[in-house]
Nanobody
Framework: VQLQASGGGLVQAGGSARLSCVAS????????VAWFRQAPGKEREFVAA????????DYADAVKGRFTISKDNAGNTAYLQMNSLKPEDTAYYYC??????????????????WGKGTLVTVSS
């Protein structure tokens, strides 16, 4: 499965952006999905995850209440809606898919597929 992320760009603090992640195969339907991010000079970190049935989510504390992960199985696409953006949200954002549980995805060990990053820059 190939994942293609898009939707990054320059956003003012307090603004919103939506990232998309399109998968190349219909089997994407049965994968749990997640978003990670990597800020300049920092390690890649977990942002959000969603089970393939859509019945279980997890968010990093830094984004809870501001970001929402979702998935459109019909369109082979996952999304990350980001609201109330802060300068510290500036990073490359990566989508990921895994056949294992979202709890394992948090550590990145269980990721089966990675998309290329899309840069989100939040100006103050």
């Amino acid at each position: 499965v190939q994942l293609q992320a898009s939707g990054g760009g320059l956003v003012q603090a307090g603004g919103s952006a939506r990232l998309s992640c399109v998968a190349s195969r219909r089997t994407f339907t049965y994968y749990n999905v997640a978003w990670f991010r990597q800020a300049p000079g920092k390690e890649r970190e977990f942002v959000a995850a969603l089970s393939w049935r859509g019945d279980n989510t997890d968010y990093a504390d830094a984004v809870k209440g501001r970001f929402t992960i979702s998935k459109d199985n019909a369109g082979n696409t996952a999304y990350l809606q980001m609201n109330s953006l802060k300068p510290e949200d500036t990073a490359y954002y990566y989508c990921a898919a895994s056949g294992q549980g979202i709890a394992r995805m948090l550590t990145q060990d269980a990721i089966d597929y990675w998309g290329k990053g899309t840069l989100v820059t939040v100006s103050s």
